[in-house]
């Protein structure tokens, strides 16, 4: 087939190139414009290192953009890790219409943050789903949809990096070729079902000690490594990352109150939360680089006792 790719990063490098891989033929790719001082955008680097046109609209809402998409007549476009908003205008010029990608069981968790919120909030199961865009965010019928477990101590990274990512790139071409196959125009979603949620960014990675240790532990988690959770010491923020939950047995299990620093190890931290402890082993302090937890708990001269988030 001949299709056109939307997208950006090293998710829109990996889908063009199972495309390649597959035999099928990448007209051009559209990515965002360059942003100053950032690293070249992967998928990029990645098409003009095979001679792919690349195209970099500030809007993908412009006359241009429509000109050039139905100047490329391709069977298909497919969006690989959109931020831009795709107006249905553009998508229904290819023959077969255009496929997205989105790292959710829609209708849940719409939104740009939708592999965050389900381990924060506890979920055991996330997936992916293929739809067809509209002009509704993340609302289009459904093409498939794929599973994965949330394990009791997956991260962001593990979720995405070691499942979603993968199963996204195979998704993608999966529903590529059914479609342009058989034309499916997908399933209407269920609004019955359908949650919305806003980007996880610095406020709402904050931790509050004084919560479940469950609740801090699923932040800590499920932003690791983006954005972060974090807590202040010495008036800086303090991010935590590659963290465990031991919870409490007996009320001698916790000695102190939450935020506190309970023990100090060689490698790492337990700090006291409601109802159990959170071990540490990698921080940073403001705008710094990771540290291991004995490097921090050198330089900063901490001690058990010592109160976080004060």
């Not at 241009?64 to 007549?73: M, N, P, T, Y």
């Not at 093409?143 to 499942?163: A, M, N």
């Not at 010491?233 to 506190?260: I, M, N, Q, S, Y």
């Not at 900063?300 to 004060?310: K, Q, R």
């Amino acid at each position: 087939m001949r299709v056109a790719l939307i997208g950006q990063q090293k998710f829109g490098k990996a889908v063009t190139d199972a495309f390649i891989a597959r035999g099928h033929t990448v007209a051009a790719v559209f990515c965002a414009p360059d942003k100053a001082g950032a690293p070249v955008d992967p998928i990029k680097s990645g098409a003009e290192a095979l001679g792919i046109p690349v195209h970099q609209l500030a809007s993908l809402r412009s006359e241009k953009a429509i000109d050039l998409l139905r100047g490329l007549d391709v069977d298909l476009a497919v969006m690989a890790y959109v931020l831009q908003f795709v107006p249905q205008q553009l998508t229904a010029i290819p023959r077969h219409g255009t496929i997205q990608f989105h790292p959710s069981l829609l209708p849940r968790y719409r939104g740009p943050s939708s592999i965050n919120w389900p381990i924060i909030r506890g979920d055991t199961v996330t997936g992916l789903t293929i739809f067809r865009p509209t002009d509704g965010l993340d609302e289009g019928p459904v093409i498939l949809q794929k599973e994965t477990p949330i394990g009791p101590d997956d991260t962001l990274g593990s979720v995405y990096f070691d499942r979603l990512f993968p199963m996204g790139v195979a998704a993608l071409l999966e529903a590529a070729e059914q479609v342009v196959q058989q034309d499916m125009p997908g399933v209407i979603q269920d609004e019955t079902f359908a949650s919305y949620e806003g980007w996880c960014r610095e406020p709402a990675a904050r931790i509050n000690w004084h919560n479940h240790v469950d609740q801090v532990y699923n932040l800590i988690r499920g932003c690791d490594p983006a954005p972060g959770a974090w807590t202040t010491w010495g008036g800086k923020p303090l991010t935590l990352f590659d963290a465990r939950k031991h919870p409490a047995r007996r009320f001698a299990d916790v000695a102190g109150e939450p935020g506190t620093i309970a023990a100090v190890g060689e490698r790492s931290i337990l700090i006291n939360a409601q109802g159990g402890q959170i071990e540490c082993f990698k921080v940073k302090i403001g705008a710094g680089g990771k540290l291991g937890a004995a490097q921090f708990v050198a330089t900063e001269g901490i001690t058990p006792g010592t109160v976080l988030g004060a």
